[in-house]
Nanobody, 126 residues
Framework: QVQLVESGGGLVQTGDSLRLSCVSS????????MGWFRQAPGKEQLIVAGISRDADKTHYADSVKGRFTISRDNAKNTVYLQMNDLKPEDTAVYYC???????????????????WGQGTQVTVSS
């Protein structure tokens, strides 16, 4: 397991942008698939975006396609989520997750990820 620390959340207005960052402790970051999940009050936790360890595979929830971009910098042990054109329905706690993978696969379900950050709140006002 690795320790994950998210940052970059905040209160913004509709149409604004935010960039979330997630820094991983330890070595071998390049062996981990990374995912961003979010959970709004009273709703289930869902994947927002994911990126394989080699960055050759990415996944986006339909609701964020064209607005959000996931990327990673293995030299900095960091994964990013650039969020543009934010909408009130994007309001949630955003969690970073990591899963060690032997090949460059991309898990999409929350139960497939073993390491989780503490979450960062994103609030989009209308």
């Amino acid at each position: 397991q690795v320790q994950l620390v998210e940052s970059g959340g905040g209160l913004v207005q509709t149409g604004d942008s935010l960039r979330l960052s997630c820094v991983s402790s330890g070595s071998s970051f390049n062996m981990y698939a990374m995912g961003w999940f979010r959970q709004a009050p009273g709703k289930e936790q869902l994947i927002v975006a994911g990126i394989s360890r080699d960055a050759d595979k990415t996944h986006y929830a339909d609701s964020v396609k064209g607005r959000f971009t996931i990327s990673r910098d293995n030299a900095k042990n960091t994964v990013y989520l650039q969020m543009n054109d934010l909408k009130p329905e994007d309001t949630a706690v955003y969690y970073c997750a990591a899963q060690f993978t032997l090949t460059s696969v991309l898990p999409l379900a929350s139960y497939e990820y073993r390491s989780w950050g503490q979450g960062t709140q994103v609030t989009v006002s209308s």
